[in-house]
């Protein structure tokens, strides 16, 4: 039976998070508060960026960057504390892996016990978009064997934690490219309000483990060939990719005040629409863009004039800042003082941008 008002707040009551230079949500909040700049070099054991640059993004097989934002040891992970043999976690996507780090740390974070939701209602809802660790195998002709399918399937990814935990809520893996991570979390809440789970956790993962992905993006004009993103900025012209992920831990928050959990913050509301026909397939449009954000400030009930801070998709790029921001100000900058004014802003000019996540 369906329960829950669809009105209800839901509750972040656990978080986790592995971004560049940035292990936990705490030394992301000193990196943002230091305004750290976590953008690197590629690392040696990447790719060898000396073949594979050119300045030229025209030239074939070559990327117009020397940059991105890493995770470092992205390659360990504690197979036996998972209950996963050492043969199957070799086939395991480093983006499965994270996943169940990250989901761990969270329900840790929650003061949940993760074998207590064995079982539970408790839906896992996960971002992400490239499947880097399939080609890599690919290319190096390793054999297909018996894990091969599970390990490098992104539908995986979710059903991954939602198996290990032994979860019996929706399990799902969402790729809507750069929107897959709010995705992901927008389901989770519906979920949640329609009562089809009473818990839910809700992130997005990316990791850059082969070069092929920043090649494309070269050849699609995106990537900022100075690595930084600068968003807004008259200096814009381009993104630089970075890599990470990221979980919260989600209830109502009716149940998450009778459970006693400690609430970091709300979520009001939040809503999910497409750019219909556009200047382009990749094209944002400024239409729904303004309608996006005012369903959500519907669905929340909240005032478009008292939101305070908007943190934006932001990329750096010379079409997509100027749509974004003149959507943001035709909703939720009229008739604004001086005084009231709305900011803005934008982590992937510390961190690039996580795609997916």
């Known amino acids: 039976a369906l329960r829950g ?59 117009n960057t020397r940059w991105g934002g890493f995770l470092s040891s992205v390659d360990t992970f504690d197979a036996g504390f998972f209950g996963i043999s050492p043969r199957e976690a070799a086939q395991i996507d480093p983006q499965q892996r994270l996943a169940l780090e990250l989901a761990w740390e969270a329900l840790e974070d929650a003061g949940i016990v993760p074998a207590a939701l064995k079982d539970s209602r408790t839906g896992v809802f996960f971002g992400a978009m490239w499947m880097d660790y399939a080609r890599l195998a690919a290319a190096g002709r390793q054999p297909i064997v018996q894990h091969t399918a599970t390990g490098q399937d992104l539908g995986v990814v979710a059903a991954r934690v939602s198996y290990t935990l032994g979860l019996l809520g929706p399990s799902l893996t969402v790729n809507t490219a750069c929107s ?47 690595g930084r993103s600068k968003a807004f900025d008259a200096r814009a012209n381009g993104y630089v990719r970075g890599e990470g992920g990221g979980v919260v ?74 749509i974004e921001a003149g959507a943001l100000g035709a909703v939720l900058g009229a008739g604004r003082s001086a005084e009231r004014a709305l900011r803005i802003g934008s982590v992937k000019t510390n961190i690039g941008h996580l795609e997916a996540a």
């Open 5 to 63: 008002g669809s009105d209800e707040p839901i509750a972040v009551i656990g978080m986790a998070c592995r971004f560049p230079q940035a292990a936990s949500p705490e030394a992301f909040w000193a990196l943002l508060s230091g305004g750290v700049d976590a953008i690197t070099e590629v690392p040696a054991d990447r790719w060898d960026i000396e073949a594979l640059y050119d300045a030229d993004p025209a030239a074939p097989g070559k990327m």
């Open 180 to 226: 897959s991570s709010l995705v992901a979390v927008h389901l989770a809440c519906q979920s949640l309000l329609r009562g089809e789970s009473r818990f839910a956790l809700a992130g997005a993962l990316n990791l850059m483990l082969a070069p092929e992905g920043t090649v494309t993006m070269s050849k699609f004009g995106a990537m900022a060939p100075d």
């Open 249 to 322: 831990a989600l209830k109502r928050l009716g149940d998450a005040v009778a459970d006693g959990d400690r609430v970091y913050c709300v979520i009001r509301g939040s809503a999910v629409n497409n750019d219909g026909f556009s200047n382009g397939l990749t094209a944002p449009s400024p239409r729904a863009q303004q309608a996006v954000v005012r369903d959500a400030c519907a669905a929340a009930g909240v005032a478009p004039g008292d939101v305070q801070y908007v943190e934006t998709h932001g990329t750096g790029t010379l079409l997509g800042d100027p």
